[in-house]
């Protein structure tokens, strides 16, 4: 949990928390708590590889989640829901989130919930299907006022700019139908390292720097939005029926509870990795399994094996070794508490 930024320890922080929480609670109803995150993998072959569907490192998230609203659930009596609020479906203009895919990866999502056992704890709603008949007025408005503003506030351009540095590395790249060492290259570049690139590659890494400038402001406007329109209450109230929620955050905002999605580790090298961001990945070492996260190709470079099923890209193998067919059955047992 992110102490400082949700602000616990701070008196008059807690006790707006304290306040959020028992006007909630004091109905005696379940206990709502919405969080927006993922709806789909990035389209970053280096980061993702070239999967799209739910993979372990969102089973582990999953689980996680669902064990804060089991444990909430076993001494308040009402219960208590996590509403996962996908928001990739939002990002189809900026990010180049394909629509189809974040359609089939909320369909295999929710059928995943349920063999995992946490459906009852986990709701995954298709945040489309709320959206106010003002949503596309509203990104346009406040698109514009994010360009006039750029134009003329210089602390806020230099947090455009670093938005747009951050894009860079989410936006669909599969569109370029390159093979990974060109996609290798053209990161390097992006990064700064042009020794021994070729002119082709920086040009590459330019274009896609152009590109994310362009879609910033977008990108921006859609977050605006989402916030100006009410979305994610629109969602809870159309999944849950409830009036009001407890807001979570997976990037820590003052007031907003993030929960802590994985352990550090050996597995999970960067606590901070979101699941639609890498690939999942399992050790088994001492008898037990252990799940982390990483980037594609960290996990190519480190020798470990993909394991598939039913054709699906499910986890990297921490082990030399190719992974053993019983290996599935007992991750899937791990996480969902399966007997």
Known sequence: MSVKLTGIGNPEAESQIYEKIKSLTKKQVPL???????????????????????????????NHLA???????????PGAKIVVVG???LHTADLGMNATEAAQ???TAQQDLKMLNIADFIKLPDPLKSLPDNWSK??????????????????????????????????????YELKRSDYIRMF???????????????LLAANHYQRSEQVTANYTAVNYAIRATGLISRVVKDTTGAEDSLRLSVHAKPLEFRPLLFESGRLVRNA????????????EYKGKLHFGIDFDIALRIRGFAKVYYDGRPLFYRWTEHHSEPHLVDSV???CGLVT
């Open 105 to 107: 990866h909320l369909n």
């Open 67 to 77: 064990a804060i609203a089991e444990a909430i659930s076993t001494f308040y009596r």
């Open 332 to 334: 899937v047992s791990s």
């Open 188 to 202: 390097a570049a992006l990064k700064g390292s042009v020794k021994g690139i070729s002119a082709e590659h920086r």
């Open 32 to 62: 709502i708590m919405a969080l927006p995150m993922g709806g789909g993998k990035v389209a970053v072959e280096l980061k993702t590889g070239n999967g799209y569907l739910p993979d372990t490192a969102e089973w582990e998230a999953w």
């Open 87 to 89: 928001d990739a479906m």
């Open 138 to 175: 509203t990104i346009a408005d406040q698109r514009r006022k994010i360009i006039q503003k750029t134009h003329n506030d210089a602390a806020f351009t230099n947090q455009q700019r670093e938005q747009t540095e951050s894009l860079v590395y989410s936006l669909n790249t599969r569109v």
């Open 272 to 283: 901070g990795l979101l699941p639609m961001h890498g690939t999942g990945v399992v050790g």
